[in-house]
């Protein structure tokens, strides 16, 4: 199983980054996907996840900024982050879980999202 996080960078305040986890080594189309961020210091969070039917939840601190959405044609996950803030920056990590890995968390190795002016 890989995922492969791209999409990261320095960001101004109020400013936009698209997100792009490309998968292999398992069935994309079977299983849940989901970003989760983590920040110096702090504990690692789900920022949003995309479940196989397409229902979508979102972390009380993204919601309304941020979109989740896959491609299962290009067995590819993306987040949309919008009106990005300071307290976005951390690395965003991509996961999945489900039948296609024995529900097994998989995780990919992040990308940084720094947002400052």
């Known amino acids: 199983v890989q995922l492969q996080a791209s999409g990261g960078g320095l960001v101004q305040p109020g400013g936009s980054l698209r997100l792009s986890c490309a998968a292999s080594?398992?069935?994309?189309?079977?299983?849940?996907m989901a970003w989760y961020r983590q920040a110096p210091g702090k504990t690692r969070e789900m920022v949003a996840t995309i479940t196989v039917g397409g229902n979508t939840w979102y972390g009380d601190s993204v919601n309304a900024r941020f979109t989740i959405s896959r491609d299962n044609s290009k067995n590819t996950v993306y987040l949309q982050m919008n009106t990005l803030k300071p307290e976005d920056t951390a690395v965003y990590l991509c996961?999945?879980?489900?039948?296609?890995?024995?529900?097994?968390?998989?995780w990919g190795q992040g990308t940084q999202v720094t947002v400052s002016s």
């Open positions: 996961n999945t879980r489900g039948p296609s890995t024995s529900y097994i968390d998989y």
């Open positions: 080594g398992f069935t994309f189309s079977e299983n849940t």
